[in-house]
C-alpha cells in the first residue's frame, strides 16, 4: 500500500466513512461499572452523540416496598447506595421518624452521625480509588481500598455485617455502641489522615492523571442546577449545596466543617471534592465523639414503634404480643405524605413516602442522586473523545443499585 | 420547604391554585393539570422565586379514586435562598400532562420513569421512551393493578424435553407472598390474596391479563397432556410386549 502522503485528497476521502460509526459500550463493559449500556455515535475518536440507558439492574425497589412493613425496607436500603449502606439506612429511619413526628435520643443521633461519617469515607475513598485504578494507577487502588476494610472492621464490629449491615431501625439503631466504640474510632482517625495524605503525594502530581481530569467532562453550574445534580458533583460545578448544612438533620448543625467546592466542574474538581469530603468527614466524627454521650437510650422509648427487649419477649406474654404485632402487622404510621431527604454518599438521598394509615407503605419513592447525576453525564461527554468517558463516568460514581433501583 | 413560596405561588395564579398544605413540614400546592407547565415555567422564571435547582418528580397511584387516578408531584428547590416546594396535579388515566423537560433537563428522565413506571405519557416530551425496563415489557408495573408476582411472558417457551420448568416455575412465579392482590380487589372478587396462594389453595385459576400468558399456560398444560400421554402409551407397549 502507498504511504499516505503520497495519496490524493479523494482517494484518502474513500477510505473513510463519513458516516458516525455507532458503538455499543456495556452493559457488560469493564468500566462501566454497575452495568450502564451507552449507545456511542462515533467521528474517529470523538463522541458525536450517544445515549446513556440505565435499568439494567432494575429490582423493583419501589414495588417490594408496598408490600412488606414498614421495617422491612431496611434491607432493601442496604442494597441501594452498597457503597455506603449505612447512610441509606439511616435516611430511611429518618423519613419514616418524619412520619411519625418522633426524634431519637440524642446519644443514638450521634451514632448515626458517626456511623454515616465512616461509611462516606468508605465510599469516597472507594470512588477516588477506582478513578485512579481506571486511569491504570492500580497501587492508589489497593491503598485507599485499605481504609475501606478498615472502616468495615469497625462497622463489622459496631453490626455484624460487613456491608449490607440492616443496623438502622425505626426509632432507633438495632444495638447501642460496643464498648469499644469510641477507641475504635479514634485509632482510625489518624491513619485515614495519612493515606489521604499519601494519596495526595502519589496522584496529584502525577502528569497522567492530571492531563485525564483536568479540564475533562465539565459540567456548568446552570447545568448541574437543571439537570438536578447533587452531591460531590454538584459541589465540583461550585454551588454550595450540602443537605449536612444547608437543611441540617440529626445534629449537625452542633458540628463545624467546611462544604468543600470546585470551580471547573471537571473530573478533578470531583477527585478533589471528594478528597476534601473525606478531611471533613474525619472533622465531623472527631467532634461527634467528643461530643457523644456514654450513657443514655439509643431506642425512643414507645413499645409501639421499638421491639421489647428479647428477654421480655421470651419470659413475659406483653413482651410476646408487642413483638409479635410489630413484626406481622409492622407499626402503624398516620395516615400522609412526607418527602425526607438526607445528604447520601452521591447527594440527596430522598425518601418520599406516603402512608395510608396501615403498617405497609402505600408508595415509596426514593430519589437517587446518582440518577441525576447520571442524566448529566451526557453533557459531561458530548463532545469529548471516547476515552474521556472512562474517568468521566467513573467520578461520577454511578451505583447501579442506587441509580435502577 | 418554604411557606414564602407558597404565598408568591397563590399571588401569582389566585384561584388557580386548587389546594394548599404544609403537613409534616412539606409546603405543597395542586394545581389542574392544564396549569401544570405555567406553574412550573413561573416557579423558574419568576424574579422573587427562582425555582432553579429540579429535585425529583413522580407519580403516586389511586385506582379506587373515579375522578383521577394518578397523583403527578413535583419537587423543586431554589439554589438562591434554599426553599423547598412540593407541586401536585391529579392526572386521569389516559391524560397527558405537558412536559417540563424544556424547563428543567432533569424532568426529561424523570418524566421517561414516570411513563415506564405508570404509564402517564407527558406531552411534548422529546424522547419519550421507557428508561428502567425494555420496550417490549407488558403493562406498567408501580400501578397498584399491576401484580408484584407477575412475570413477563416474553422469552420463548424452550420446548427442549430436558428442561423441566414446571410450576411454580411459571408464569406467576416466585414472590408468592405479596399482601393485597389489586386486581381482584378492584373487580370485587372474594379472594383477595396474591394468585400465587390462591392457586396453591386451589381457589381460583391463575390470573393473567395477558394474552400471551394464557397462551404459554395452555402450551404448558398441552406439553404435560402430551407427556402424559407419551407415557401411558409407553406403559401400554411395555405392558404388549410382555
Known amino acids: ?63 417490594s416496598c408496598e408490600r412488606g412493613t414498614w421495617a422491612q425496607v431496611f434491607p432493601y436500603a442496604d442494597r441501594l447506595n452498597y457503597v455506603s449502606p449505612m447512610l441509606n439506612n439511616v435516611g430511611w429511619a429518618l423519613a419514616v421518624e418524619k412520619l411519625l413526628q418522633i426524634e431519637v435520643p440524642e446519644r443514638c443521633q450521634y451514632y448515626r452521625v458517626i456511623l454515616g461519617e465512616l461509611s462516606r469515607v468508605a465510599d469516597h475513598f472507594t470512588c477516588n480509588g477506582a478513578s485512579a485504578m481506571e486511569l491504570g494507577a492500580f497501587t492508589p487502588f489497593l491503598w485507599l481500598l485499605k481504609v475501606r476494610d478498615w472502616v468495615w ?131 465531623i466524627i472527631e467532634q461527634a465523639i467528643a461530643q457523644m454521650p456514654d450513657e443514655g437510650p439509643v431506642d425512643v422509648d414507645d413499645p409501639r414503634i421499638v421491639y421489647p427487649d428479647k428477654d421480655s419477649v421470651y419470659k413475659t406474654i406483653e413482651g410476646t404480643i408487642a413483638h409479635f404485632k410489630l413484626v406481622m402487622e409492622g407499626l402503624r404510621t398516620p395516615k400522609g405524605e412526607v418527602y425526607s431527604f438526607t445528604e447520601g454518599g452521591n447527594g440527596e438521598l430522598g425518601f418520599h413516602i406516603v402512608s395510608d394509615g396501615s403498617g405497609t407503605p402505600y408508595r415509596v419513592r426514593v430519589r437517587p442522586p446518582c440518577w441525576y447525576n447520571l442524566a448529566a453525564a451526557r453533557e459531561m461527554l458530548l463532545g469529548g473523545m471516547i476515552a474521556d468517558i472512562i474517568p468521566t463516568f467513573g467520578s461520577v460514581n454511578m451505583i447501579g443499585g442506587e441509580c435502577d433501583r | 420547604m418554604s411557606q414564602a413560596v407558597v404565598d408568591r405561588l397563590r399571588a401569582q395564579f389566585g384561584e388557580r391554585i386548587l389546594e394548599t398544605s404544609d403537613a409534616f413540614g412539606d409546603h405543597e400546592v395542586r394545581v389542574a393539570v392544564k396549569d401544570w407547565v405555567d406553574v412550573a415555567r413561573c416557579m423558574k422564571d419568576d424574579a422573587e422565586l427562582q425555582m432553579d435547582h429540579f429535585i425529583d418528580l413522580t407519580a403516586i397511584d389511586y385506582p379506587e379514586r373515579q375522578a383521577a387516578r394518578f397523583d403527578v408531584t413535583l419537587t423543586m428547590r431554589s439554589s438562591r435562598n434554599g426553599a423547598r416546594i412540593r407541586v401536585r396535579t391529579q392526572v386521569r388515566d389516559g391524560e397527558e400532562p405537558g412536559t417540563l423537560s424544556g424547563i428543567w433537563a432533569g424532568a426529561n428522565w424523570a418524566e421517561r420513569e414516570v411513563w415506564d413506571m405508570f404509564g402517564i405519557k407527558f406531552k411534548d416530551h422529546p424522547d419519550m421512551r421507557r428508561i428502567l425496563l425494555y420496550e417490549e415489557f407488558v403493562g406498567h408495573p408501580l400501578r397498584k393493578d399491576y401484580p408484584i408476582d407477575k412475570a413477563q411472558p416474553l422469552v ?39 394468585p400465587s396462594i390462591g392457586v396453591q389453595q386451589g381457589q381460583r385459576r391463575t390470573l393473567s391479563d395477558s394474552e400471551a400468558a394464557e397462551q404459554i399456560q395452555a402450551r404448558i398444560e398441552a406439553r404435560m397432556a402430551r407427556e402424559a400421554a407419551e407415557a401411558s402409551e409407553e406403559t401400554s407397549k411395555e405392558g404388549s410386549g410382555e
Open chain 1, 1 to 63: 500500500m502507498e504511504p499516505a502522503d503520497e495519496l490524493t485528497n479523494e482517494e484518502i476521502a474513500l477510505e473513510l466513512s463519513e458516516e458516525p460509526m455507532r458503538l455499543n459500550m456495556g452493559p457488560s463493559h469493564p468500566a462501566m461499572h454497575g452495568t450502564i449500556r451507552m449507545v456511542l455515535d462515533l467521528d474517529g475518536e470523538n463522541l458525536v452523540n450517544l445515549d446513556v440507558q440505565p435499568g439494567y439492574l432494575h429490582r423493583g425497589f419501589e414495588k
Open chain 1, 153 to 283: 472492621d469497625i462497622l463489622e464490629r459496631e453490626t455484624g455485617a460487613r456491608m449490607t449491615h440492616s443496623f438502622g431501625r425505626i426509632g432507633g439503631m438495632a444495638a447501642p455502641p460496643t464498648a469499644n466504640f469510641k477507641d475504635d474510632v479514634l485509632q482510625l482517625i489518624p491513619e485515614v489522615h495519612k493515606v489521604v495524605k499519601e494519596t495526595e503525594i502519589m496522584l496529584l502530581r502525577n502528569r497522567i492523571f492530571l492531563d485525564r481530569m483536568q479540564g475533562v467532562g465539565v459540567l456548568t453550574k446552570e447545568q448541574a442546577l437543571s439537570y438536578g445534580v447533587t452531591g460531590p458533583v454538584a459541589r465540583s460545578t461550585g454551588i454550595p449545596y450540602d443537605v449536612r448544612k444547608d437543611h441540617p438533620y440529626l445534629v449537625y448543625d452542633r458540628f463545624d466543617f467546611d462544604v468543600p467546592v470546585g470551580e471547573d466542574g471537571d473530573n478533578w474538581d470531583r477527585f478533589m471534592v471528594r478528597l476534601e469530603e473525606i478531611r471533613q468527614s474525619v472533622r
Open chain 2, 156 to 194: 420463548p417457551y424452550r420446548e427442549e424435553s430436558e428442561i423441566v420448568k414446571l410450576p411454580p416455575f411459571g408464569i406467576e412465579e416466585g414472590q408468592p407472598f405479596a399482601r393485597i392482590d389489586w386486581e381482584s380487589r378492584l373487580a370485587g372478587r372474594d379472594y383477595q390474596v396474591s
